[in-house]
């Protein structure tokens, strides 16, 4: 297996992007890559979007995007992984170099969530979750998420306070990110008395519907470092990729994300590394609750510590182990099938030691998560400053 | 052969509505509503309850104490005038939940508040024939009145189901009449929402017309006279009338009580009279009879005369009693509750 | 596309009518609704099994805002629900006030309309938990 390295990242406008269409946000995202990359070509581009279908009428994203960029005729790939979408396109391509099939790959994530109704969005994204077991009986992300909550706080004693104290942090991240939808920050109060979603969530446990590309570009380690510019070279070190059932009611234990785990364990595996070499993670936040599960998950803390972390500051920008520094999904926004792709973006910023007010000091390797549904498809990626 | 049922079984939904509730909304005086029809509080279908859903509770329950092979039942009726759909069976959807297997017969009976008898009369009968080993009647509304109008302050739901066969009875039927005209009383036309009624006209030219004859010709059929009762019960679409069927045909207020359950339930349409008889058969005693004759608009009634078994002491306990769900466990509703439960409030398109 | 289209709604009934449920004849786990291959030994033949009604919550949540084909019915309680033979569901409780419902609720499975296409479309039918 040949190494892999990120060379290029870029993000398109994120947000409510009223004036933009998937197409768009795309290409704005991929030249931004290519452009910091300085390359104006590629062997192979992956696209991972959760539902363009649902969203916009829109399938056939791989060959509609690559004519997008002028590169008609480039292999090009659409992968699916509800919210871990675009983990895995990022997972395709390095998978693309390392075998030898590309020495450059154009990975990308795109959703556009704008163009339908609010309803209309919410039945979309319950796609990922068991249409036939759990959303035909009334089940929404927020409830599926809620009940996992309620059995977490069950068990361990996790406190309402310390599901806000995630939102709070990630805000307080957030607000140093230029680039996240919500830069305002929040305090616990606040989200405890927002309007109630599914119980004990409120609207400011939940991350929000928002438009956005994301992209890198990878290219074979030595090409790599051919075309350096003098920046530190971003290497992926491990990868790794698990999945779960679906359905939260076919689990063992309603308190844990086995995939995680296992997807990890791969990851950790492959790098040569332990959950002790991370200095900074980018996790998949879309509710308090679910950053609290992905780090025990993670074994960035122990099984049932998960609920202190944030608000013992161990997680936040300064602390230990800074987790979603970029102000993850709540702050920074939840285009879900760029969320993947835009993790990769922010460990490599910060690994570059470019990410300006929010920068981890000495950040050299660094991780990422995105799941799917409950938890039950995800990936891992272990970045790491190359030698 | 003796033909008779086999188990029996009632669904009465947990919320109620107080007739204050309703008469406020209105500008009417509660209490003279209360006093002139002996009506209290009636019960409400959850809007997820339909007669279809109580319709296979109640069976279920009939089947717990029938203690056969659903595959044995032979014929499916449901008699409702509030059935989900105008077209589609009700008695389909029942019998696909019980696990009956295709070789049923099955129909959706309507004839206003008697579909539910009229399902009982054909059941027996078809058992009677030989034609089927067991038959499945059940009498099931959700039925509407218009706001406002006298008949929201009655309009209940509830459901009452009876297996038919002719071995292990629970209670033999005797005898079975029906007696039916042409009268206008209370119809729906087809995609009106909410019934007409002929006021006045409903009472002594059609109710009591019909539900007496019925119970003349049960006399006259059986050479039995009130005396030889232990229960008797009328279709009751308020307090009042069952009673005063009652006591003009001959029976004293001991042998009505049992069965008369619409001062706290409503009426409950093509379930008024058949759950009034579960309500019986969950405290008659072998060697009992039992008089029970059904009243639909439009106009007829059936009548029945049962003869309780002792097999009832064995299979009462295998399913809830009416008279507990009637009376234990209710969730009282606003009206605003009601008629948002109910569909009476005009939504987005 | 639609979630009640007639064929699909018409195919869960045997699982969602009767609770008919697969008992794997290699190891014994009972899946519900049936399916091909067993998840716990990959077996692949089956045993038809039918699931007794009676239950106890394992954890639940209080949706309040609800999707589309549930909006009007917020607040109501959503529960995962074990039911012997270690069957878990993702149910709903009725008629029980949500503030109510707790882990270790015992709750028995009643039939009810789950979800209706429109006013003029198919109505979906199944079960809900209600305490017992």
Redesign the interface.
Known sequence: MRDVAIVGIGLSRWGEVWDASLRTLWTEAALAALDDAGLDRVDSITVGSMTPGLFVGQEHLGALLADELGMAGVPATRVESACASGGVALKTGFAEVAAGLADIVLVTGVEKMTDVSGDECTAALAAAADAELEVFYGATFPGLYAMMARAHMARWGTTREQLAMVAVKNHRHGALNPHAQYRQEITVKDVIESAMVAEPLTILDCSPITDGAAAVVLAELGVARTIAKGRPIVRIAGVGQATDRIALQSRADLTTLPATTLAAQRAFKMAGKTPNDIHLAEVHDCFTIAEILVIEALGLCQPGQGGCQASSGRTALGGAIPVNPSGGLKSKGHPVGATGVAQAVEITTQLRGVAGKRQVAGARIGLTQNMGGTGASTVVHILEVAS | MSVGIVGYGAYIPRRRIRLGEIAAVWGADAATYERGLELHEKSVPAADEDTITMSVTASRRALARARIDPSSIGAVYVGSESHPYAVKPSGTVVAEALGTGPAVHCADLEFACKAGSEGMFLAAALVKSGEVQHALAVGADTSQGAPGDALEYSAAAGAAAFIFGSTNLVATMEAQVSYMTDTPDFWRREYMRYPRHAGRFTGEPAYFKHTLGATRMLLEKTGLQPKDFAFAVFHQPNGKFPMRAGKVAGFRREQLEAGWLSPWLGNTYSGASPIGLTAILDLARAGDRILMVSYGSGAGSDGFVWAVTDRIDEVRAAAPATRDQLDNGKLYVSYGTYAKMRGKIRMGE | MS?LNPARVAR??PSR??LEAARCEGCGVVSF?PRVVC?ACRGRKFATASLEPEGKV????????????????VP?A???VELADGV?????I??L?PAQVA?GLPVRL??????EDGEAGV????H?AVPA
């Not at chain 3, 394992?58 to 019915?73: N, Q, Y």
């Not at chain 3, 878990?88 to 709903?92: D, V």
Request: hydrophobic content about 30%; charged content about 25%.
């Open positions: 979630p869960e009934f009518y009767r609704p998840p394992l954890t639940w949540t209080v949706i309040h805002v609800g999707p589309s084909s549930h909006k009007h019915e109501y959503l529960a995962v878990r569901i993702t149910c709903q009725a008629d006030d882990p009643e039939f009810r309309r789950i979800q109505i979906a039918y199944g809900k």
